[in-house]
Antibody
């Protein structure tokens, strides 16, 4: 079964840091781009960052550039998101998702169950 | 950056057909994918590409596209289809790889 499981969320003070992890199983992790997508409480989905198979290319939404770093460890089948200088507006459920770039159509599939990050004093 | 626009809310009578739309410049270059999200759950892919359904998605879900508009159609809506629906595509503006629509809350009456 193809599966993604996030961990590492929690309560952090403004200006603090947190590292999210996503454990992948059931597929060849090193063959796929991977993304983080977040959802603020009561709001829609927002793509945050993605990373190429070998980690050589990374892209970020403007609001997190310079503060968040996406990385991966293909030997451990794991995706990470290091979040620094956190702000209240970063409060959200963070999902990891597999990017599928194919002739049949680009999409995110599957998604993890999400991990909640709350930035508050 | 490119944007995808969805109606915030749509309603449909049980057993009737409903179309949820998504508009944006990126859709002239890329197909949309569609995700269903129920309260407290992660999004689930329901349609991608020209009109492809992942395994396990009922065939009452279908997709189409014309110009800058993509549509998700539910033919014979069921009570369990009540959810938020998000469209998504690659971003043709070149600023970011991906873009999401704001989501449509579907109510089944």
């Amino acid at each position: 079964e193809v599966q993604l499981v996030e961990s590492g969320g929690g309560l952090v003070q403004p200006g603090g840091s947190l590292r999210l992890s996503c454990a992948a199983s059931g597929f060849t992790f090193s063959s796929y781009w991977m993304s983080w997508v977040r959802q603020a409480p009561g709001k829609g989905l927002e793509w945050v960052a993605n990373i190429k198979q070998d980690g050589s290319e990374k892209y970020y939404v403007d609001s997190v550039k310079g503060r968040f770093t996406i990385s991966r460890d293909n030997a451990k089948n794991s995706l990470y998101l290091q979040m620094n200088s956190l702000r209240a507006e970063d409060t959200a459920v963070y999902y990891c998702a597999r990017d599928l770039i194919a002739a049949a159509g680009e999409r995110f599939d599957p998604w993890g169950q999400g991990t909640l990050v709350t930035v508050s004093s | 950056s490119s944007e995808l626009t969805q109606d915030p809310a749509v309603s449909v009578a049980l057993g009737q057909t409903v179309r949820i739309t998504c508009q944006g410049d990126s859709l002239r270059s890329y197909y949309a994918s569609w995700y269903q999200q129920k309260p407290g759950q992660a999004p689930v892919l329901v349609i991608y590409g020209k009109n492809n359904r992942p395994s396990g998605i009922p065939d009452r879900f279908s997709g189409s596209s014309s110009g800058n508009t993509a549509s998700l159609t539910i033919t014979g809506a069921q009570a369990e289809d009540e959810a938020d629906y998000y469209c998504n595509s690659r971003d043709s503006s070149g600023n970011h790889p991906w873009v999401f629509g704001g989501g449509t809350k579907l109510t089944v009456l």
